[in-house]
C-alpha cells in the first residue's frame, strides 16, 4: 500500500526532510512537472476506454431506468416521446399490490436454494479432488494407489468431465474453478504444520484452508446471490404464459412480464429498483467485510 | 523419508475412511452422471428420428441413428423463404468473438491501472461495477434499446458487439485483477530497467504471463455473450442478422416445436464451444491456478 508506483525506477530518490532541497544523483534530470503529471495520468488512460464504455452501456441506461422508475410510461407515452412524471406512483402501486410480497418470498427462497446448492456442491467437490490435500487423493493413496499429488485438473479425461460439467452447469463450475484456484493459494506448509499438531482433516479445512479462501468465497456468494436472484431464461421458459405459475416466480421475471406483456415500463422499472435495492442490502454486509479485509482496494498489497 | 509417508498414511487409516471412499466415489459418479445427462440426452435425441423423440417409450441410444435431422435443421426456413441457419452462424461467430476480444483488451488495461497504480476511486469503481451486476439485465432492454435507436446502431453489428463488451466487462475486471496481482511487479520492473516503457511492460511481460487467465475469463466472457437471446432478439431485427441462440426459436411455431430439428441446432450450436474448450482446455485449468499465485 505505501510503496510508490516505480520506487525503484525514480530518479533522486530522497528521505524527505533530510535536505532542504532535493539532491540529485550525478547526470539525472530533475523531473519536470509535465513529467510527473504524465506519470499520474497513465493509469487514468488505462481505465478510461473501460469506463467509458461501461458509463454509456451500463451507467446511462441505470440512471434511464432509474428515472424511468418516476414515469408514467406505457407504449403510448414511448413512441409520442412523452415525458409523464408521476412521482413515487409506480411503487405505490407495487407495494400495495399482493404481488410484492409473494415475488420477494420467492425469490429470497430461491436465491437461498440456488447458492446454497452450487456452492456447497462446488466446495465439496472441488475439496475432494484439490491435489495436494483433496480427501480423495488422500484416501486413494493411503489405499496404496499412486494419486500423491495427483491432479485431477491435469489430465485429459478427468479434466473434460469436470469442462462439460462447466457448460451444462452454468455456475456450478464456475464456483468449483474459482474454489479450486483459491484453495491453491494455501500454502501447503501450513498443512504440514497442522498435521504434525495433530489436526484432523475438518479442523484443517476450518481454521487452514478457510480462513484463506474466505475473501474469493465471499466474492463468490454475493456474485451468486446477484446471479442467481437475476435467474431469467430458465423461469421464463418453464413458467411463460402461465398465469397459474405467477406465485412462484422471481422478482426479475415479474419485472418482465410487467413491462412487456403489460407494455407498464414505469412499473417494471420501479420493480426492478427495488430489485436492486433489495439486493444491494442483501450483499451489502459481504461487500462491506470485502471492503474491510482488503479485498477491494487499489493496489495490491505487496 | 519418501518409503516412511505411506506407512505412516496406512497406520492412520481406519475402517470407517475405506467406508467412506466408497461413499464419495458413489457421490463422484452420482454428480458425473446428473452433470453429463442432459448433454448426452441432447446429442442422443439429434441423432433419432423425430418419431423416436415422441414416443412414449424413450430409447436411450439411437437405434435408427440418422443424420436427418441436422440437415433439416440447417435447412429449415420456417415459412421465412430462406434459411438462416448459415447467417445466423456467421453473425454468431463475428459478433462474439469481437466482443469478446474487446472486453479482454478493455479489461486488461483496467485491471493492471487498478492493480498496478494507487489510482484514486479505485475501491468505488470496482464496488459499482458490482453493484451493475445486480441490475436484472431484463429491466436495462429498453434504455439500451433506446440509447442504441438515437445512435443509428439497431439492427447492426457494433451496436450488439459493444452491448456484449459492457455486459461482460464487469466480471472481466474482476477475475483479470486477481490473474494481474498473480505475477509479481518486480518482473516489470526488471524489464523497465532493461528500457521497456510502463506500457512496454505490460504488454511485453505482464501480458504474456497472465495469458491463462486471459483465455479462462475470456471463455467465461464467450458463454455469456454466446448464449445470450434477449438483447439479440430485441437490438437485431432482419432475419439475416440474428445470432444462433434466435434462429433456435425458429424450430418453435404454431404448429408445435420440431424437437429433433431444436435437439440438432444445439448440438450445432455447442458444438464450437465444445471443440474450443477442448483445444483450450489445458490452458484454462493452469489459467486457473497461474492466476492465484500470488507473487
Partial sequence: ?302 | MTDTTPTVMAGTLTKRYRVMTWVWRAVAIVFALFTIFPVYWMINSAFEPNSEITSLTPSFFPVHFTLHNFVSAVNQTSGLGKAYFWDDARNSVIVVTSAVAITLILGFLAAAAISRFRLRGAAVFLVLILVVQMVPGTALIIPTFLLLNNLHLTDNYFGLILVYAATTLPFTIWALRGFVRGVPIELEEAGQVDGLSRLGAFVRILLPLMLPGLIATGIFAFITAWNDFLVADVIMQQNSHQTLPVWLFSFTTNTGTNYAGLMAGCTMMALPVVIFFLLVQRRIVSGFTAGSVKG
Fill in chain 1, 1 to 302: 500500500m505505501v510503496a510508490p508506483t516505480v520506487p525503484k525506477l525514480g530518479p533522486g530518490r530522497t528521505e524527505p526532510g533530510t535536505s532542504p532541497g532535493p539532491t540529485y544523483s550525478r547526470g539525472a534530470k530533475r523531473p519536470s512537472w509535465r513529467r510527473s503529471l504524465r506519470r499520474q495520468l497513465f493509469p487514468v488512460f488505462l481505465i478510461l476506454p473501460a469506463l467509458a464504455l461501461l458509463g454509456l452501456l451500463q451507467g446511462y441506461p441505470i440512471v434511464r431506468l432509474f428515472a424511468t422508475s418516476f414515469q408514467d410510461l406505457g407504449l403510448l407515452q414511448l413512441f409520442s416521446h412523452k415525458v409523464v412524471w408521476n412521482g413515487f406512483d409506480n411503487y405505490r402501486t407495487l407495494l400495495s399490490s399482493g404481488q410484492l410480497g409473494t415475488s420477494v418470498a420467492q425469490t429470497v427462497v430461491f436465491v437461498v436454494a440456488c447458492v446454497g446448492l452450487t456452492s456447497a456442491a462446488a466446495i465439496v467437490w472441488t475439496w475432494l479432488f484439490s491435489a495436494q490435500y483433496g480427501v480423495i487423493n488422500y484416501i486413494l493413496s493411503a489405499l496404496g494407489f499412486q494419486y500423491n499429488n495427483h491432479d485431477w485438473f491435469g489430465s485429459t479425461i478427468s479434466a473434460y468431465s469436470i469442462i462439460t460439467a462447466n457448460i451444462v452447469w452454468g455456475a456450478v463450475p464456475f464456483v468449483a474453478l474459482t474454489m479450486y484456484s483459491a484453495f491453491t493459494l494455501v500454502p501447503r506448509d501450513l498443512f504440514e504444520a497442522a498435521a504434525i499438531d495433530g489436526a484432523s482433516p475438518v479442523v484443517m479445512f476450518r481454521k487452514v484452508t478457510m480462513p484463506i479462501v474466505r475473501p474469493i468465497f465471499v466474492l463468490l456468494v454475493v456474485l451468486s446471490v446477484i446471479w442467481d436472484a437475476n435467474v431469467f431464461n430458465q423461469v421464463w421458459y418453464l413458467t411463460q404464459g402461465n398465469a397459474q405459475l405467477l406465485n412462484v416466480i422471481p422478482l426479475g421475471v415479474w419485472q418482465y412480464i410487467e413491462a412487456f406483456s403489460s407494455q407498464q415500463y414505469g412499473l417494471g422499472a420501479a420493480t426492478a429498483v427495488i430489485m436492486i435495492l433489495l439486493l444491494v442490502a442483501v450483499t451489502g454486509y459481504y461487500i462491506r467485510i470485502m471492503v474491510r479485509t482488503g479485498e477491494i482496494s487499489g493496489k495490491a498489497k505487496a
